[in-house]
């Protein structure tokens, strides 16, 4: 395979930023596509932490090209400072490695103000958004009204839309939300200065990939949030405003399909986790839950939320394989559920005294659905440093073998642990 698709097979932090961190060590070009800096990737490097927002984890190897296409919504002042942080961590000799596409959309400090606005006007009925601007970054590309990162490269363009979208956006701050607007200055100088920092990273991100894959190179795209916060298939309103699931590495990047051979991957945790509101029929309000959120260090690397934990649901894994076109599954935290017994699978849900074994996309009726499990042997060795699935206790080849079988995918990599080298490769997705 010449390209290979993350795809969050789940409410998003499945660790796709740790399997792109391993995946990378074998490409040329890492791609983000989607999403903003809602999403947090968070890679451990010896005793390093890195916690990536916008630029693709593939920055962390030498040498790698990394791309933030057309379909991200990019704060500039975020990524600024996530350039520099790199720069002085030691991971970014070259500011050539990475690109920024003109035509990206931009997150304004009025987008962050109306996200949070608004969620606190929603009360019990909020989305529980991360606050980023994201959704109204998004309303505004949608609208035609949106300002690009293209824009912030010619001032006196810059200063006229910006005017002209400040009208309004602070008109519904102020009349609506009852928030205080923006004016033109407090916004106009520190973009200028962003444009300035970022302008010789900005190029035409479309071109530079179709010249990677006539150059044969090896490109990973990197998905972001996960395939159930869908903006149309996932679990609506409860959802983010991109395309999650594998579509928008097209439409995100200007790749036409079938341009290169792809394999889309999909991340998921050997368990659920998911943050904000919403449906979530395996979550576990009990000891069990409290103990995947201690053990798996389940709080939210963008907000420090604490994550909402439940079993593998073995429903929503197929949908997000129907929805993307999954070919492999990427299985990660399985060290998690060392010393549970038994460990259990959603196979299917009961609703109204009927048996479903499709994940419904209606919220109604998912919000009454009740799993129902299986139960399969629990382990209690830890696994943190197991490297080769021989080694792995029958019962977590067991468990393996069940979750292939139920969604019909082979399971390529899985993570036993949080550092880089805590990995089993079963079969190299490249090689495919
Ligand atoms: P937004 O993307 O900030 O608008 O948030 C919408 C929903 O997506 C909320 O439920 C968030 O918690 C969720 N969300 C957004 N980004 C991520 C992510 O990277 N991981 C997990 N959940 C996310």
Known sequence: MQGIGIIGAQWGDEGKGRVVDLLTEQAQVVVRYQGGNNAGHTCVIGNQKIVLHLVPSGILRPGRLCLITNGVVVNPQVLVEEIARLKSAGFLENEDRIRLSDRAHLILPYHQRIDVLREERRGAQKIGTTGRGIG??????????????????EPEEFKKKLAAN????NAYIEKILGGK????????????EYGEKLRGLVADTSR??????????RILFEGAQGSLLDLDHGTYPYV????TTSGSIFSGTGLGFGRLPLL??????????????????????????DRLVEAGGEFGSTTGRRRRTGWLDILALNYASRLSGLGGLALTKIDVLSGLDPVRLAVAYRYRGERLTEFPADLKILSQCEPE??????????????RRLSDLPRAVRNYLARV??????PVLLMSLGAERGQTIVIRDPFSL
Do not use: C, H
């Open 136 to 153: 109204p970054a998004y309303e505004d590309k949608a609208r035609r009204a949106g300002l690009r990162v293209g824009d912030l490269l």
């Open 166 to 169: 400040l009208e309004e956006n």
């Open 181 to 192: 607007g923006f004016t033109l200055a407090e916004i106009l100088e520190p973009f200028r």
């Open 208 to 217: 530079l990939l179709d010249a990677e894959v006539k150059k044969g190179s």
């Open 240 to 243: 983010t405003s991109s395309t």
């Open 264 to 289: 889309m991957v999909g991340v998921t945790k050997a368990y659920t986790t998911r943050v904000g509101s919403g449906p979530f029929p395996t979550e576990l309000s009990d000891p069990v839950g």
């Open 373 to 386: 499990y299986e139960s399969l042997p629990g382990w209690q060795e830890n696994l943190g440093s197991v």
């Open 404 to 409: 292939e079988e139920l969604t019909g995918l």
